[in-house]
């Protein structure tokens, strides 16, 4: 009972972020990410019940239909939604808190060799943006935007927008973070907000030198 309503808070997920799913059939029957998932969580199940080769085999099969590489081992919460999804891979450590969206080609992976928990953890309602990769055992907090194309080495506080290679923290909320902040057409330029900061810079020392070279007359004086 727990799987199925698990099922179809994943379900109900993909209307709630994807415009563009109108039709439940065609959602059941073509999103390779709904696939992906209902694959993960028959084989996550099996996993935990320490069955062999089955989980593997479902997961690979699963990647083959779908271009989604989820490890059966991987732990990930209720209301899960890949958007599009070609070329997600989710390591076999790797924690998703509750209502996570990832886009296609994210990888949550490990940085090389070790053991133990290698993949990292994310928290609740994170979003990572498309070819974004979040490598090694760190914590992703809870609210976190994960910006297209970004590489995230380093453990991320609650409520922060990460852009950047590597992944560095450019805006942070603080309190209750707004609904909207989580919409990832909102996120920032901060290329264009220093491009910006440096023209009024600019803008400031050219005023400043003028008035320098060209006095104000002093209008009281006399003649």
Same mark, same amino acid.
Request: charged residues 20%.
């Given at each position: 009972?727990? *799987? *199925? #309503?698990?099922?179809?808070?994943?379900?109900?997920?993909?209307?709630?972020?994807?415009?563009?799913?109108?039709?439940?059939?065609?959602?059941?029957?073509?999103?390779?990410?709904?696939?992906?998932?209902?694959?993960?969580?028959?084989?996550?199940?099996?996993?935990?019940?320490?069955?062999?080769?089955?989980?593997? *085999?479902?997961?690979?099969?699963?990647?083959?239909?779908?271009?989604?590489?989820?490890? %059966?081992?991987?732990?990930?919460?209720?209301?899960?939604?890949?958007?599009?999804?070609?070329?997600?891979?989710?390591?076999?450590? @790797?924690?998703?808190?509750?209502?996570?969206?990832?886009?296609?080609?994210?990888?949550?992976?490990?940085?090389?060799?070790?053991?133990?928990?290698?993949?990292?953890? *994310?928290?609740?309602?994170?979003?990572?943006?498309?070819?974004? #990769?979040?490598?090694?055992?760190?914590?992703?907090?809870?609210?976190?935007?994960?910006?297209?194309?970004?590489?995230?080495?380093?453990?991320? %506080?609650?409520?922060? @927008?990460?852009?950047?290679?590597?992944?560095?923290?450019?805006?942070?909320?603080?309190?209750?973070?707004?609904?909207?902040?989580?919409?990832?057409?909102?996120?920032?330029?901060? @290329?264009?907000?220093?491009?910006?900061?440096?023209?009024?810079?600019?803008?400031?020392? #050219?005023?400043?030198?003028?008035?320098?070279?060209?006095?104000? +007359?002093?209008?009281?004086?006399? +003649?």
């Amino acid at each position: 009972m727990k *799987l *199925l #309503k698990t099922l179809k808070e994943d379900f109900t997920a993909i209307f709630e972020r994807d415009p563009a799913a109108v039709s439940r059939v065609e959602v059941f029957l073509l999103y390779s990410g709904w696939h992906a998932i209902l694959a993960h969580r028959i084989a996550h199940a099996l996993w935990r019940r320490q069955v062999p080769v089955l989980p593997r *085999l479902i997961s690979q099969l699963a990647r083959f239909f779908t271009g989604i590489e989820i490890h %059966p081992g991987a732990v990930i919460g209720h209301a899960f939604f890949i958007d599009h999804g070609m070329g997600v891979v989710i390591g076999e450590t @790797t924690e998703i808190g509750h209502h996570v969206t990832l886009y296609q080609g994210v990888t949550l992976g490990g940085t090389g060799k070790e053991r133990g928990k290698r993949h990292p953890t *994310l928290g609740n309602h994170v979003v990572v943006g498309g070819g974004a #990769k979040v490598l090694g055992g760190i914590v992703i907090g809870d609210n976190v935007k994960i910006g297209a194309n970004s590489v995230v080495l380093k453990p991320v %506080p609650d409520n922060c @927008t990460v852009v950047g290679i590597p992944g560095r923290i450019i805006h942070k909320i603080p309190g209750d973070f707004p609904e909207k902040a989580l919409d990832h057409t909102e996120m920032p330029d901060p @290329t264009m907000e220093r491009i910006l900061a440096l023209y009024e810079e600019v803008a400031a020392l #050219k005023r400043e030198l003028h008035e320098q070279h060209h006095p104000t +007359p002093d209008r009281d004086a006399g +003649p």
